[in-house]
Each structure stands twice: as structure tokens, then as C-alpha cells.
């Protein structure tokens, strides 16, 4: 333009607006209002709907452009090629062009107005100068303000002097650090680690980088309405769970939170551009700086790549849950018993613990494969929801061990209310596959007190739960639903010991400190005895001899039982074999337990047994206990029939206790024995020891009643538990022919039985040849006879050794 055409009014125009504009932009106090009010001065100016100062598709400020979310990919579209239109929320279609800012590469202001309002050209050309006018001071005044606070940080600089640069030095460090810990969190989430691992690790790695302050990861849990949990805390003393929550709650899924005055810091932790948490820091040195909010964010951003890369939220839920029965895993529970033990000085209320094992669920497992046993813990674990109040927090601890967190005013009654529930819901039959059948449960209860920790809490429920488990193999009724006890400080020692015990087992089976004992078993029509029954002893290193009860229970849960229960087969298998040499006819009896009988393996370890010491197979006679009456029938016969296809002989031992002997004559039924195939049966020796006691005579006729049934259904019956003179007449009257106990002689070390085979069946004849005292009495002084008296081995007839398997064929 050739100025000599400007006129007067012009320039007084074009002066008072640039006075305007300057007035407007040097008033504002950051670099952030400068340009939100150029924007602003635009719209005025040209009546513009839509103005916005952009650096691509970056707003620095604008006005029109709603509150929520602004139209950045559009804007970048129209910067990109100088004019066009874009969308603009709650307002429509927009027709814009681009101004260029002079002096600040790259900043272009938008100008539009709406399309239904123009045609052509959103903006006249003279608007458009008056538009460029303002670009232009928009970027003088910028310049000048970076020029000016270039210079103040030049002198601040000047001023800081060495100490200020030594803390830049440490933060350069610092940066130094983050990105290095970066790289290497980035190849840990390229090469797949576990996710609760990545978490751990971004937790350990912030704290350490922010001066070992507590740390803790909070994030959504899936399984409970997307409820915040802390998964992650390291740090001493460890951040309180509720401040965490309580930050994380306050930051409301937006940026970062530097602290203070009591208040953790926290950033935001993000999912497909949803928050599912934050990564939480104790503040008790004072609030971040800008460095420490640095290195927060970048941390917090790590938590969101490792979330997004393990398939997003589904990854919290698994680093927290059991993928079997989809309930809390151990972790989790200990992290929300933690919580709750913490909880009672502010809410006042007590927590409880109740450790859940199920009883006979190894059994169904080794009858019917793990398949249905997954199946069965899967039908517990709905079970155990369906018991579950409001605020009860359930676990599965692995294995066929369950938790319960229960808080309440009074604990431990609301614990044994919920532990009933519990024991009715897991006793109903479960169907798997077509077939019925039955789990227990013993439950421990433990309660909370000050001075307690979650894992602590946790192991004096377990050890409440031995000591039901313990009452219910003692309860005489045998039923599998399981008993309730609450942990006693007194019964703490007994099962440190137990635990002790359980740890030595696996090490005494390889190391071989376990032996075998040999009780015989006597004929009583003339004492011969017919054969001899394998016991285990542990030969413990700093407790010295035990006897079964003290180890078989904690045995039977240990992964060594199996290895020592082929043992004890090579072992007495091999002995037994060397005695037949003596006493051709004698036989060899080996217990079993529940989980053996239902073995599937079971039935091989016995022929590779019998083929290793090449002992006669129908010398074996393999003792069952009665319970395994309570497995599924079906099952039942088959794992029986493969260990009798071995050519063993099968016993059902401790059959018809004392309690099960009814009012009025007669015994328990043998009905349940008609389609089994076993060879006999042991009498429990509580019967037996009610023979000469006060219910003398109905234990004398159940004792008959079942020699009766017996020989009906081809069974042979031993008696065990002798002790008396009088019990062995009683149960020769009765037609009890086999028996054994103390009287008839105690259990022998390997190399003394053949020593006393014949001897002890000597005595017992003696003690029953005329002018024998009278039953029941002994001579002062006198004891059981002296197994080793120097009396011949006496030969047993074959007819009589069949007799003891209760077959004639």
C-alpha cells in the first residue's frame, strides 16, 4: 500500500487499534492469557464465532471452542492446509482461515465463523488486515516477554551461584536416572514378566528415586464394582492403605498431585484413556518439587503401560485373583486383612479369621482325576459366596485351603456363626460327572488383637484349623462335615511342633529315618499265628521314636506320603518274603489310607512291590480303613478291584467302633460290604475292649452278629486290640478266630520277629490250657509273657490261613 494514500482517518484508526491491542496483551499475566486474549481481541474485531491460537493441533488459547473437549484434530486439519471448515462441539460446523504469527514459528491463528452464517470468505480482507495486525503484535509481545524473562533467569542464575547449580547437577542426575530405570522397566514389559512383578517394580523404583519415600499402587478392582485396592507398597513405615485410597479418591483420575501438609502426593494412573487408580507417595518430608512430580508422572505412566500391555484392566483382576475359582488370592487377602486389622482404631470394629480346609477332597481328587477335583473347588467357591454377608471378604489360599475375613463388634461369634454356614453349605453331595460326592470342612477361627499382623493372624487360623482337623478324625460318628475350633494361645506350641514336623517329613523319607515295626496276628483256637501286620515308626533325629499319631496326620498332607507309602510296601514286602522261608504259610498285612485305596497309582505300587521282593502275592493282605465307605460307591469297587487284581487280599479295617453298636442285639450292617470286593474285616478295638467292660454283653453279641454276617457273606473277621485273658475267651465264644493286641503280642523290631513267631502263639496256648486262672485275673507282678521264651516255631495249617482271609478257594 502506498502510505501517501493513507488518509488521516485511517491512521487514527489503525493507532487507536493497535493501542487497543497493545493495552489488552501487556495487561495479562502469562504467557497463557496473552494469547487467550488476542483470541479474544480477534473475535471482536471481525465478529468471529471461533478463534484459537494453535502450534499444530496444540491450542494455546481460543475462545468458542466449548469446555470439555476441543476440536484439536480438526484445528491441526485446517492449520495444516490454511483454511477449511471443522467441527466445533455444541456449535457446529465451522468455516475458518489461517493467520500466521510473525516472529513465533509455527503459531497460526484460527479465525471462523460459523458455515451457515458466510458463503464465501469467512473473514472480509479487511477484517483479515486487521486480523494479521494483531498476529503481529501477538508475537512482539511474546518475544518480549520471553526476552525479559530470559533475562531474569540469567540473573537468577548469576545469583544461585555454585550451591544452585550443584541442584541442578543432582537433578540432571536424577533425570538421568528416570530415563535409565525407564529402559529397563520397557524391556521388562517387552519381555512379558508377570504383571504383579512389573508392579512391584514400578512401586520399588519411584521410591527409590524419591529419596526412599513409602510408595503404594492403587488400583480398580474388577471383581468388586471396580473398588480401589492397594496392590503395591514398599517403603518404611509403608503408607496406610486408607491415606492411599483417600489420595487417590481426591486426585480423581486428573494429573498430578504434588502433597502436603499431610496429604500424600499421587499421579494418575490410566487405561485406554480411563483412570483405574494411582500411583501414591508419602509427603512426610514435605510436598514433591518439580523434579520429584516429574518423576511421579513418569512412573504413574509406566503403571499405565504395563496395565495396557497385560490386556488392559483383566490384568488387575488376575494379579489379584485365583484363575481356578475367580476369588481373591493369598496376596489379596493378606492385603485386605492388613487393612482391616488397621481399621479397628478408627471404626471400632474386630476382625476375625476363618481358615477353611476341606476334608476328603484329596480323595475325590486321586478317584476321580484332577479335572472333576478343579470342579469340586469351583462348586465350593460358590458355595462359600452364597455364606458370605456384606462386608466378608473371601479368599482362596491355594489348594483345597479357603479364607474368610469377617469383621463385626463381636469377631469371634460372628466368626463361629459364619463357620456353621459354611460347614452346612460344603456338606450337601456335589454332582461331578454324573456321580455324587462328599467334602468336609475344618474350619480354624482366629481373632484380631492390636499387637497382631495380618500374617500372623492368618497362621494362628491355620493353626486353630489342625486342631479341628484333629477332632474330627477323633469323632466317633465319622461324619465328613467337618468340626470348628478357635485358636487357644496354649495349643500355639503344640503346633509350631506339628508344623516342625511337617517340614522334617519330606526330609526324613530321602534321608530314611523312617522304620518298621511287626505286631503278629494270632489264631486264638490254638495260638498259632498266622501272620503279621507292618507298622510305621520315625525315627526323628532330635525328638527321637514316634509313634504314627504323632506324625500321620500332618504325613498324609505332605507331597512325601506317597513316596514313603512305597516304602513301606518295598520294605515289608521284602522282610516278609525272607520270614516265609520259617513259616511258609505266614501272611503280611500293610495298611493303607483313604487317599492310597483311591489311588490310581495305588494298585501299581503294590505289583511293583511284590515283583521287586518276589513275595507271593496272596501273602499280602492290604488293611482299608472303613472310611473310605464314604467315598462314591462306584469309584469305590473299581480302585478296589485293581488292587485285588494284584492277587492281594483286602481287609476293611477298624470296622463297627463301640458307639456303633446299637441298643439292642445285633451289630452294624454289613450291607454296604455285599458288592465290595474285599476279604475280610478287622473289629474296631473299642468293641473289642467293651467285651469285659459295662456293655459287656451287647458288645458280645454285636461281636457275634458280625462273625455270623461275616461267614454268610464269605468274610473273615480279626479282632485287634486284645489285651485281656478274658476278651480272648469272649471273642472265641462269639467265633471270632483271628486276633491281635498287645496280650497276643506287641509290635517287634524287624530282627526280632523270627525269633518270637512261635513263642508268642506258645504262650497265648498256655494261657488258655486248664488250670489257667481265671479269666481276667493275673498274678501280681505279672505282665504280658515273655515273647522270647525258647519255644518252637509251630507250623500253620494252609486250611487255617485261608480261614484268615475269610476264603475257602
Sequence with gaps: MDVSEVTAGQVARASDLLEHVLAELSGADGEREVL????????????????AVCEGGHVHGGVGLGQRFLPERGLARVVRDGAGTFAVPGLGRVRAVVVEVPDLAGVRVVVGRVADRVQDAPVEPADLRAVRLVARVLGLVVLGRHGRERERWLRQQDARGAAERSRLQRALAQREQVLTTSVRFQRAVAGRRPLPELLLQIAASSSELLGARPVSLVLA????QMRMRVVAAV??????????????AALDGLGVAVGGDGAPAAAAVHVNGRAVGALVVGTGEGPLDAVGATVLRAFAEHASTALSHADTVRAVEVASTDDLTNLPNRATLLRHLEVALRAAASDGLGTAVLFVDLDGFKAVNDALGHAAGDEVLGRVARRLRRCLRGDDFAARLGGDEFAVVVRGHEPERAARRLADRVRGELTAPVEVDGRRVRVGASIGVAVGAPELGAAELLRRADSAMYRAKAQGQAAEDGAPGGTVAVFEAGAHDADVLRRQLEQD????VAEREFELVYQPVVRLSDGSVVGVEALLRWRHRTRGLLEPGAFLVGAERSPAVDELWRWVLRSACARAALWRRQVPQLSLTVNLSVQHALSRSGADDVLAALTASGLEPGALVLDVPARVLEADPDVLAARLERLRATGARLVLDDFAAADAVGEGPGGPSLAPLRRLPVDGLKLHGSLVAEL???????????VRALCELGAALDLGVVAEGVERVEQVRLLREAGCSLAQGLLLGPPRAAGEVP?????????????LAPGTDAPGTEAPGSGAPD??????????PPRDVRRLLGRTG
Design 505 to 508: 517329613l519330606q526330609r526324613a
Design 221 to 224: 478392582d474388577p471383581r468388586s
Design 235 to 248: 517403603g518404611e513405615p509403608v503408607l496406610e492403605p486408607e491415606r492411599a485410597l483417600a489420595a487417590t
Design 787 to 796: 515273647p522270647a521264651a525258647p519255644v518252637p516255631v509251630r507250623a500253620v
Design 692 to 702: 469285659d467292660g459295662a456293655r459287656g454283653p451287647r458288645a458280645a453279641a454285636a
Design 36 to 51: 487467550t486474549r488476542a483470541a479474544a481481541v480477534v473475535a471482536d474485531l471481525v465478529d468471529a464465532d471461533v478463534v
Design 755 to 767: 525269633a518270637v513267631l512261635g513263642a508268642v502263639g506258645a504262650v497265648v496256648a498256655d494261657l
